[in-house]
């Protein structure tokens, strides 16, 4: 065999041999460390693919935003322990990561060693800002840890390769004293609530009743001047009448005829006789001759 030739496999055989650590492929979102016999280089590899030099070994970093989830006990300055559950949104720095891995690790390695105990540091700390436990509802103190605990791991973490994007309260439990004497007085208020709404719907129906009752007592009023117009109006008619008959003795005897006449015209109306001897044998005419011999 020729010299080329068994150059040419030599070849051959190491490019299948060490051929894919000539390249590195960096995922999307992660930056890759290298490292040439046990020395890590300053420089890591973005995302993408780079032809390197295949004496290096590699250590991947995921940069992308993540979600740690912490809870600590705040003591206030009421000596009371309260519950404080936080989410911090923090991720690995891309230019620091070889700095990261050379003081501490991988990504899990600087989690656990800078970000969760300061986290749980700061967060016990802000209870000597909070006067009393209750506090912690008030949305102006809500606010103001947020910030606070944003800024403060933020200065904290930056140098150590951690930037820390924001933190959110995500729950508050209260000690158990203290959210009893919330239950006992929420329960206090709703009850006089309830009482105050009782007293506005008694209130409205007593004003409805006194409604109802002047709306009666007016109608009563009304009825009782129209009984009083139609007497005025009958004694009106029965004086006229009476200053009638004074006047012509005649009167009662043309209203008796006119009585007669509609007698005669009801076939049911029946006409008894008087003494035919008599001046006036027919009903109702005798009436007023006293008055016309007065």
Known sequence: MSP???????????LLMFGQRFIKIVPPGHVSVPILFGEVQKTPK?????????LLSWEDFDTREKTLKESAQVPTRDQLQTKLDVSVQWRIIPAMAPEVFTKVGNTEQAKAIYLIPKVRSMVREQGT????AEDFFLEETRA???ISLTEGLRDYLAPLGIRVNAVLIRDINLPKVLSDAIEQKKEREQAGERQKAELERFR???QQQVAQADAKRQAAEQEAEQIRVLASAKADEIRLINDAVARNPAYIKLQALEALKAMAKDPAAKLYFMDSNSAMPLPLLHMGDNQGKQ
């Open 4 to 14: 080329r030739i068994t150059i040419l496999i030599a070849i051959a055989l190491l």
């Open 46 to 54: 973005p995302a993408g693919l780079h032809v390197v030099n295949p």
């Open 129 to 132: 800002t909070i006067e009393n």
């Open 144 to 146: 103001r840890l947020e």
């Open 204 to 206: 409205t129906e007593q």
